[in-house]
């Protein structure tokens, strides 16, 4: 939440302030300005999953064996689920593959299992990654459609994958996996007291942050 969802709050506001790149909508229409070379966008991406395995288990503030290896397979597992669907659904909305779309679901994944990483199954993190990777597209083209220019998807992927991401550890976490600090989220029992307390987190950030 930190991390995402304030830097794709902030975005936002960025964002609007500046107002779109000149010629990205005319006539009604979304005209694509791509970046110089989508080969730098593919290796940074690379770079930033691999990243994400210091950034998670480091989050442990503990050298703690067995946690740091589950959350290397949550996060490794949610962010792989997230390329695989954003391509995908990319590929039958707009009919053909779009690699910008699949860098973005990778990150979506990743971005979407930051916050419940430690406190969820394998299996949850898939489904979690899973659910990015759709939310990711559908962003993208929502911003387009209400004529918010967004150069990288940085307000898909951190904004709306981030606040996914916080709600997730409201329905996702098991409290056998980490005895003693979530406690249950909805999907295993434990009512919606930790939900609650994520859409708390949400809205505050939000509110801060914007």
């Known amino acids: 939440t930190v991390v995402h969802s304030v830097g794709g709050w902030a975005a936002l506001a960025g964002i609007l302030v500046l107002g779109p790149r000149i010629g990205k909508y005319k006539d009604g229409k979304v005209n694509a ?56 659904v990319a590929w039958m909305v707009m009919g053909k593959p779009d ?12 971005v979407g299992v930051t916050a419940p990483c430690a406190y969820i199954s394998v299996g949850s993190s898939a489904v979690i990654g899973a659910i ?10 929502m911003f387009d459609k209400l004529q918010i220019d967004d150069p ?20 996702f976490a098991e409290d056998a996996i980490m005895p003693n600090t979530t406690g249950n989220g909805l999907f295993f029992g434990g009512g919606t007291k930790l939900l609650i307390s994520q859409l708390t987190g949400v809205v505050t950030v939000a509110a801060f942050t914007f």
């Open 33 to 88: 300005i791509p970046g110089h070379s989508m080969t730098s966008a593919t290796i940074g991406a690379i770079v930033l999953w691999l990243g994400w395995f210091g950034f998670n288990p480091g989050s442990t503030m503990a050298a703690s064996v067995n946690d740091m290896s589950r959350i290397i397979i949550t996060t490794n597992t949610a962010g792989m689920v997230g390329l695989l669907v954003a391509t995908g």
């Open 152 to 171: 990288v998807g940085a307000t898909a992927v951190h904004l709306c994958c981030g606040v996914f991401g916080t709600i997730a550890v409201g329905l």
């Open 132 to 141: 990015a990777g759709v939310i990711v597209v559908y962003a993208v083209l």
């Open 99 to 110: 690699l910008g779309m699949s860098i973005n679901g990778l990150l979506a994944g990743l």
